[in-house]
């Protein structure tokens, strides 16, 4: 009987131990999937900021070309006013004009002068 009671402990233990690895594998296969779903949840996310990141980049270099024209734009625009402006001192100068149309030069060219500063 003793033997016996032995033989059914061990029988036990062995059951109990199959259990165990039973539980410790499926809580591990379910921990591998867990974490093979956050892996392509990342993967997936890491790929659509990459795509923002390179329309971001395109929208820049579109952005930037786009400030280059006005640049150049704004250049030429001060270009013309400074000629425009040297043709209304001299035409300020000129005796033939009316005494209106003097002062309405003075107050275009005043009005540059206070910009400058």
Do not use: G, P, W
């Not at 392509?40 to 980049?57: A, F, S, V, W």
């Amino acid at each position: 009987m003793k033997m016996r009671n032995e033989m059914l402990k061990v029988r036990l233990r062995n059951i109990h131990d199959n259990y165990l690895s039973c539980v410790i594998f499926n809580n591990q296969q379910k921990y591998e999937e867990e974490i093979r779903e956050k892996f392509e949840k990342l993967t997936i996310e890491q790929d659509n900021l990459k795509e923002r990141l390179i329309e971001y980049e395109r929208s820049k270099e579109e952005n930037d070309e786009k400030i280059k024209e006005l640049s150049i734009t704004i250049e030429i625009e001060k270009k013309r006013n400074i000629a425009l402006l040297r043709k209304l001192e001299r035409a300020s100068r000129m005796k033939n004009i009316s005494q209106d149309l003097r002062d309405k030069i003075n107050v275009v060219l005043t009005n540059k002068s206070s910009n400058e500063i």
